[in-house]
């Protein structure tokens, strides 16, 4: 039997189930870049999904991204979906981004060669009573000398879904804003309505049907079965870090909870 129960866009696990898509991801970051005014044609794109990012000692904390994109000219895109964003939120991103950007370098590369990153942030409410528009830069540069200057190598962007359906409906032919409708709508039949003859929204639909609906699954089961395995994902990764650095079998099941015999399997 089919579920019933139908969420949308907005929940990060089903988001990050739909967009970890390539092509997918890129028809929506094609349409944040064009929204806001950055050239940039991407023709090929990488991504990953629950994106793990190391520190160097066993005690670092660990950050997870929703989506990583790396672009073919090299850049890397964080996308991130947060129906709460907050101060916490704010830094997450941020640490993330930093780290996301310095990782990029090896050992005796210059600074110049590192490759600019974004954070895409979609967004419900008003972050800190400051972000008033739909799409709010943050970026990591000095603008007092040069407030025209654009080359910041850091960008965050928050991206506020709520203030979609208050923009001028002419406006939506803004692939951005169709995107942002399709990720809120209430129910199927109007994302269904929004995504008609759109190749890329018809395709997120039948992978959100299949998300919901895939052998009678229920919702709640589905997003357990992705957290734990998110989990269980992120915990292989480290131990395969750890034995890499020589650390032996039963330190790395101490701090990972994985068993000797599955932590064996990964040499």
């Known amino acids: 039997?089919?579920?019933?129960?139908?969420?949308?866009?907005?929940?990060?696990?089903?988001?990050?189930?739909?967009?970890?898509?390539?092509?997918?991801?890129?028809?929506?970051?094609?349409?944040?870049?064009?929204?806001?005014?950055?050239?940039?044609?991407?023709?090929?794109?990488?991504?990953?999904?629950?994106?793990?990012?190391?520190?160097?000692?066993?005690?670092?904390?660990?950050?997870?991204?929703?989506?990583?994109?790396?672009?073919?000219?090299g850049e890397i895109v964080s996308i991130e979906m947060y129906t709460q964003f907050g101060r916490e939120e704010y830094l997450k991103s941020a640490s993330y981004l930093s780290r996301l950007f310095g990782s990029q370098l090896k050992k005796g590369e210059t600074y110049i060669n590192a490759k600019?990153?974004?954070?895409?942030?979609?967004?419900?409410?008003d972050y800190s009573g400051e972000n008033k528009e739909m799409v709010n830069d943050y970026g990591f540069v000095r603008k007092i000398n040069n407030p025209n200057m654009d080359n910041e190598f850091i960008n965050m962007f928050l991206i506020r879904l709520d203030l979609i359906k208050k923009m001028v409906y002419n406006d939506y032919e803004k692939r951005l804003l169709k995107w942002g409708i399709f990720m809120i709508a209430k129910d199927m039949e109007e994302m269904e309505q929004i995504g008609r003859e759109d190749k890329a929204m018809e395709q997120s639909?039948?992978?959100?049907?299949?998300?919901?609906?895939?052998?009678?699954?229920?919702?709640?089961?589905?997003?357990?079965?992705?957290?734990?395995?998110?989990i269980d994902e992120g915990k292989r990764e480290t131990a395969k870090s750890m034995l890499l650095d020589n650390v032996d079998s039963k330190t790395i099941a101490k701090y990972t909870g994985l068993t000797i015999e599955e932590i064996e399997s990964l040499k």
């Open 116 to 125: 600019k990153v974004y954070s895409i942030n979609f967004i419900l409410g």
């Open 1 to 73: 039997m089919q579920t019933k129960t139908f969420v949308n866009l907005t929940n990060d696990v089903l988001f990050k189930y739909v967009f970890s898509h390539e092509e997918l991801a890129k028809d929506l970051l094609t349409s944040v870049f064009d929204y806001i005014g950055i050239s940039k044609k991407i023709e090929k794109i990488e991504v990953f999904k629950d994106y793990p990012m190391y520190g160097k000692k066993l005690e670092d904390k660990i950050f997870y991204g929703d989506i990583v994109a790396i672009l073919d000219t």
């Open 205 to 230: 639909i039948a992978y959100v049907k299949d998300f919901l609906e895939e052998n009678g699954t229920t919702f709640k089961d589905k997003l357990t079965y992705e957290k734990n395995k998110g």
